[in-house]
């Protein structure tokens, strides 16, 4: 049986030397694992847009798709095929706050060199490879 291959966006929100990260509870998927700001596209929109959206929902901040720098690519399978695309952004406008606690155990920035050893898999994998210059990789279980 053929699945239909879904897009997702993640949001890596930085300072200088720190990244937001998210505790993923109730999602029924990498659930007790931080993630960061992500969701799949919706019907009709954009990626960017999603991802404009996606930040409004999850922590109650705008960002400017003018501020966003595409990191890195990730073709992901698991239960379905995914492709992934992975921003930076380093600017936003609004006070950060935990919007989806339904769907979210915290919000918390991390340094970059000190993350969590729970890291959601794929975002993981493109920490990885972004640190090492990789624009493209993949997952498949």
């Known amino acids: ?13 930085k300072t200088d030397d720190e990244i937001l990260l998210m505790l993923r509870q109730n999602t029924g998927y990498g659930d007790g694992s931080w993630g ?6 919706e019907e009709g929109e954009g990626i960017i847009d999603a991802l404009l959206r996606e930040t409004k929902e999850e922590i109650a901040v705008e960002i400017c798709r003018d501020d966003l720098k595409l990191a890195h690519v990730m073709y992901y399978y698991d239960d379905y095929p995914s492709v992934c695309f992975f921003f930076v952004c380093k600017k936003y406008s609004g006070k950060i706050c935990n919007a989806e606690p339904h769907k979210c155990g915290g919000v918390k920035f991390f340094k970059e ?8 898999k794929p975002l993981k994998t493109a920490f990885d490879n972004i640190r090492k210059g990789e624009f493209f990789s993949e997952m498949i279980f």
């Open 1 to 13: 049986m053929k699945s239909e291959t879904r897009t997702g966006v993640y949001l890596l929100l």
């Open 36 to 41: 960061t700001v992500s969701g799949h596209v």
């Open 113 to 120: 060199n000190e993350l969590p050893s729970n890291l959601f």
